[in-house]
């Protein structure tokens, strides 16, 4: 009896940290971003963050403005791969700086899963592709 009770605690532990594992949320064109409450327009620039309930960003340079300004909330990122349209997590990304708009001179990120995808990208802007930590860095520093 002791065998099969602790095979099947071993089964439900299994079983729940399957169910625990967070998938992000779909953002659609519409939706508000969380830190800048501007309307998401491109969702392939988009980024989100689970935390209870969604927090979905512009772009990821808005979320990255947001995580370190408030550095005591923690919950899993997602960023948008631009060429695929699937979120994946930031730490596997490449970001290519970008201009959004060419009157006012924002800039933000794309997000791109693949390494070679991103500096093709990255040579058309005339940039480098850069890591999740640098845009961190660079969002402290602004």
């Not at 940039?127 to 520093?141: I, K, S």
Request: aromatic share 10%; hydrophobic share 45%.
């Amino acid at each position: 009896m002791s065998r099969t009770a602790g095979l099947c605690s071993i089964v439900i532990t299994v079983a729940a940290m399957a169910c625990a594992t967070i998938k992000p949320a779909k953002i659609t064109s519409g939706d508000q971003c969380f830190r800048c409450r501007r309307t998401i327009t491109d969702t392939n620039l988009a980024a989100e963050r689970v935390t209870g309930f969604v927090e979905k960003f512009r772009a990821p340079g808005c979320m990255a403005k947001y995580l370190v300004a408030h550095p005591d909330e923690a919950g899993p990122i997602f960023v948008t791969d631009f060429g695929t349209g699937k979120m994946i997590s930031p730490d596997q990304a490449f970001f290519v700086p970008i201009v959004l708009d060419a009157i006012t001179g924002e800039t933000d990120y794309r997000a791109y899963a693949l390494k070679v995808e991103a500096e093709q990208v990255a040579f058309v802007f005339h940039t480098v592709p850069l890591t999740w930590q640098t845009v961190l860095d660079r969002a402290r520093q602004s």
